[in-house]
Each structure stands twice: as C-alpha cells, then as structure tokens.
C-alpha cells in the first residue's frame, strides 16, 4: 500500500455569482487543480425527436457553473465522446468563463487509420471549439503499449506535432489515456527519458487496484510506478462505470454500517482521492446530485483510514467473485452495426446481480412470478430491437473495447439466460 498523505490547499472559489448548495471549496493535490475533475463523457441527454439523442446544453452550462464556483475547474473531454458533440456542448459552457478559470483537457482520438492531416485537423478543431490557443493537458487516447504509440503516432509523424506543439506553449501539459496490460504499460513508462511524460490517465479505484483482471493493470502497480518517477496521476473510473456505486445488498450493508449518511459512491471517491500524487480525479457527472454527492466527499475531505481501507480491500475481493460484465458504459463499442444496446444489456444484466435476481432458476422460491419479473424489466430496460438475441457474433465491438471484454461472448450468456427463462 503506497503511503498516503494529502498536503492539500484550497481553491479559491470561482464561476458565477449567486447562493451555491453547498458550503466551501475543493481541496487541490497540485496548484491550481482542484482534486475533483468533471470527466464529459456523460452529459445529460435528451430525445432529438428523429429517433437520437441530443445533449441538454442549458443543463450542462448550470452543472458547469456550480462545479466551477466550488474550484472544479479541470474538465475531460474528447472529440468522440456524445458521437462528437462533448466538446462542442463543453466549449458552450466553459466559454462563457474566463480562460484563466478552467482548465482543458482533450485528447487526440484517432484510433485506426491514424494520418498526419487528419490529426492535425483534429487537435486544430479542439482549439477553434474552446477558443483558445493553448491546451492545458493533453492526450494520446487510449494508449495499450508503445507499439500503439509507435503505429498510430510516431510512424506518421503525429508525436513530433505534439512535442513542438508542447515546446511552443500551445500544449501546456502532454500525457497519455492508458488501457492495456502490464507489459504495454511498463514499455510506455519506459519511454518517459525520451517524451517526458507530464502525466499519465490511467483507470483507478478500489476494485481495479488489485482485481483489474484480464488483460488490464492493476492500478496498484500504475500508480507505484508513476508515484517513484514523480509523475501526476490522472484517475478515470472511479466507479468503475458506475459499478461502485451500486454494491450488491450485502456489501453495501457493510459501508453503511460504518457510515449511515454516506453514500456508496463517497467510498469509490475518498478511495482514490487517498493518494498524494493524483492531479486530480475524473468523475462523469450527469445529474447535479452526482456533483453535490462529490462535493461533499472531497470538501473537508476524509482520507481513508488503515481500517477502511482493509475493508474495500475485502469487498473488491467479493465484487470481483460476482459474475458481472466488467463494463465502464463508455460507449466505445457504439454503434453496433446490428443495433444491440450494448451497454444497456450490459447494465440490466449487471443490475440484477446487484438485486440478487439472477440466479433464478425452477428450484427458486416463487419462480414464476420472479420469471415474469425478470423478462417484464428486460423488456422495459432494452428495446426489443436492440436485444442480445440480435447478436450475430460479428466481433466488430471487441477491439474497440478499452476493457478488452469478450462482448459477443458475454452477449450470449446473457441471451441463454433470457431465452431459458422464456422457455421454462
């Protein structure tokens, strides 16, 4: 377990004028950088009334204002994140502030295909939509190893942009995204001499410290190593997608045991922001209680203690048991050329094993109406349409999952789960 120590000052508040919900200001790990960050991946949406979804832009500039004058200041986004509209709506909203008072982080979101124009005409776009000349952070997304780095940026001459980009002042921080193994994340580190890393996003929080599984790192490795080259640490998924803020019954039972007005979330958020050398923490606020849950965490903020980190410990070891989809809802799998809602199954799926209603079998006490239950929620919860008896195994989804998921495998299981509960 790495030592633990905060050094934290306050932010000085920013943003608008008017009567905020809650009282004070964000503690910062480095200066200027309040320790919350609001990850833009999951804006409001609402229906378009063609059949999509559109942002709720009017939402997103009052969730805008009230993380800004609580010294929330550094905002992720991406050019791919909404199907492209995230930094467009972010821009909106952070534009009607003074530059000086947020911080932007965008990432170059070229996966395959990678050409020297089209990045430059990515990174020049981010720049034209927030009205600036200069990034604070940015990213090379979602990095697997140096031979991705190597294919999608160095090859085509892409990072030899960004270093003169960073030298002139126009990129003010450069870093990386990191989803892979360990090998892929010890080859990147190993360019540190050579690029000069300023920070590294890496997936972090109480179950992937130790139970990353697959073909992912364990955070506790990530962390050590950038912790010993005194490199800032950008956390993503925090909740794992949301799964840490929903436990199965019996566990959640035991952190509100310990703390009966604390949420569950509040856990996942003192964890990772336990941990000296985070620059800050991303957390994908949709709803303005998501934003005030995590003020209240990281206002006079508790790191944990000895005691309770043993705990998580031992709960991630039990979470890690349960046989849910490791799914973040990141939507990098989206769309599927056969229409399946991927994430949506994955999450109904996931929430039944958070009920204790997946294993329902003949055997059970009042199967029948638990039967009917079940398939009545599945319904409701994904359009027929959009099914898991759609699949036809394709496998276009599995390369473009950061959580290298086995998506059709696990969209089978769970289609012979419905179809033997129709059946019976």
Not at 235 to 258: F, I, N, Q, T, V
């Amino acid at each position: 377990m790495a030592t633990l120590g905060l050094g934290a000052t306050a932010c000085a508040p920013r943003g608008p004028k008017g009567a905020a919900p809650i009282e004070g200001q964000v503690i910062q790990h480095y200066p200027g950088t309040g320790l919350l960050g609001y990850g833009c991946m999951r804006w409001p949406e609402e229906e378009d009334g063609e059949g999509g979804k559109r942002i709720i832009q009017e939402e997103v500039n009052r969730l805008v204002d009230e993380a800004l004058s609580h010294g929330v200041n550094y905002f992720d986004t991406s050019p791919v994140y909404h199907g492209g509209d995230s930094e467009r709506a972010t821009a909106e909203a952070l534009c009607r502030h003074p530059r000086d008072q947020w911080q932007l982080a965008t990432k170059l979101s070229i996966f395959r295909n990678v050409n020297y124009e089209d990045a430059v005409a990515m990174y020049r776009r981010s720049m034209e939509l927030f009205r600036t000349d200069y990034i604070d952070n940015y990213l090379l997304h979602s990095l697997s190893g140096a031979e991705a780095l190597d294919e999608r940026f160095i090859k085509t001459g892409v990072m030899d942009f960004v270093l003169r980009e960073r030298e002139a002042g126009r990129i003010r921080r450069l870093g990386f995204s990191f989803h892979g193994n360990r090998e892929g994340f010890d080859s990147l580190i190993a360019l540190h001499d050579k690029y000069h890393w300023d920070f590294v996003q890496i997936q972090m929080n109480y179950l992937d410290w130790k139970h990353a599984g697959r073909r992912n790192t364990n955070a506790d490795h990530m962390y050590a190593v950038l912790e010993a080259l005194d490199i800032p640490v950008v956390m993503m998924e925090p909740l794992r997608g949301g799964e840490l803020g929903s436990l199965p019954a019996a566990l959640s039972d035991r952190l509100k045991a310990l703390r009966p007005q604390a949420s569950i979330a509040s856990w996942a958020f003192r964890f990772v922001g336990s941990f000296p050398k985070v620059l800050t923490v991303l957390s994908g606020m949709t709803y303005r209680e998501h934003l005030e849950d995590n003020l209240r965490t990281y206002i006079d903020f508790e790191p944990l203690s000895a005691e309770e980190f043993a705990l998580l410990e031992e709960i991630a070891e039990q979470v890690s048991a349960y046989p849910k989809v490791r799914c973040t809802a990141c939507r990098y799998c989206m769309p599927c050329p056969y229409g399946i809602d991927i994430p949506g199954l994955f999450h109904f799926y996931n929430s039944t094993v958070d009920n204790d209603t997946y294993l329902i079998t003949p055997e059970q006490k009042d199967f029948e109406r638990a039967r009917r239950r079940y398939l009545a929620a599945y319904d409701k919860a994904v359009l027929s349409a959009a099914q898991a008896d759609h699949c036809i195994g394709c496998a276009q989804c599995v390369p473009l999952c950061p959580q290298h998921i086995p998506i059709p495998g696990e969209i089978r299981r769970i289609d012979r789960l419905i179809e033997t509960l129709r059946q019976a």
